[in-house]
């Protein structure tokens, strides 16, 4: 869990950690799974369904369906547009319970018009742009800079939430 609250930018390196990541967590799910079916407890079965829970909320499924990571994460997205993004060019710090909801567990914002903008970065480039998703219930954040990438042809999700640089 940790290295999801504390996620650092492996960039290139991502190529081999995410399958690599996943793969563990599904073979860990199925080990699990296994000797509970083997041990037929109730309190087995308690401690698959927690730990699948777990990897459903916080693991970085947003590769897969980005609608669909955000569906699951909406509330804790919604509690997290609160948050003072301040003047850094990457933002402050979330609290740490929401850290897991971006890159860095970071939120910024815009400037000029778009400064109503929150940012929550999903994936950045090195050595510049970015992709995630944005709050911005006035209207489109369409040439919002993502860290050196303008937002280009945002999907909405509803309720001021679009996301822009994701699949």
């Given at each position: 869990?940790?290295?999801?609250?504390?996620?650092?930018?492996?960039?290139?390196?991502?190529l081999?950690v995410?399958p690599l990541?996943?793969?563990?967590?599904l073979?860990?799910?199925?080990?699990?799974?296994?000797?509970?079916?083997r041990?037929r407890?109730?309190?087995?079965?308690?401690?698959?369904a927690?730990?699948?829970?777990?990897?459903?909320v916080?693991?970085?499924w947003?590769?897969?369906?980005?609608?669909?990571?955000?569906?699951?994460?909406r509330?804790?997205?919604?509690?997290?547009?609160?948050?003072?993004?301040g003047?850094?060019?990457?933002?402050?710090?979330l609290?740490?319970?929401?850290?897991?909801?971006?890159?860095?567990g970071?939120?910024s914002?815009?400037?000029g018009?778009?400064?109503?903008?929150?940012?929550?970065?999903?994936?950045?480039?090195v050595?510049?742009?970015?992709?995630?998703y944005?709050?911005?219930p006035?209207?489109?954040?369409?040439g919002?800079d993502?860290?050196?990438?303008?937002?280009?042809?945002?999907?909405?999700?509803g309720?001021?939430?679009?996301?822009?640089?994701?699949?």
């Open positions: 869990m940790t290295y999801w609250f504390l996620r650092p930018n492996l960039w290139v390196l991502d081999i995410i990541v996943w793969l563990v967590s073979a860990g799910i199925a080990l699990l799974g296994s000797s509970t079916i041990a407890s109730a309190a087995g079965a308690v401690v698959v927690l730990v699948v829970a777990i990897t459903v916080v693991g970085s947003w590769q897969v369906s980005s609608r669909g990571w955000f569906a699951v994460n509330l804790m997205f919604e509690k997290a547009a609160t948050v003072d993004p003047t850094d060019y990457y933002g402050n710090r609290p740490l319970p929401l850290r897991y909801l971006s890159v860095g970071r939120v914002s815009g400037v018009p778009l400064r109503d903008t929150r940012f929550f970065p999903q994936w950045v480039g050595p510049d742009d970015a992709g995630g944005l709050y911005r006035s209207g489109s954040p369409e919002f993502m860290y050196g990438q303008l937002c280009e042809d945002p999907a909405s999700l309720g001021g939430w679009w996301t822009c640089g994701l699949k």
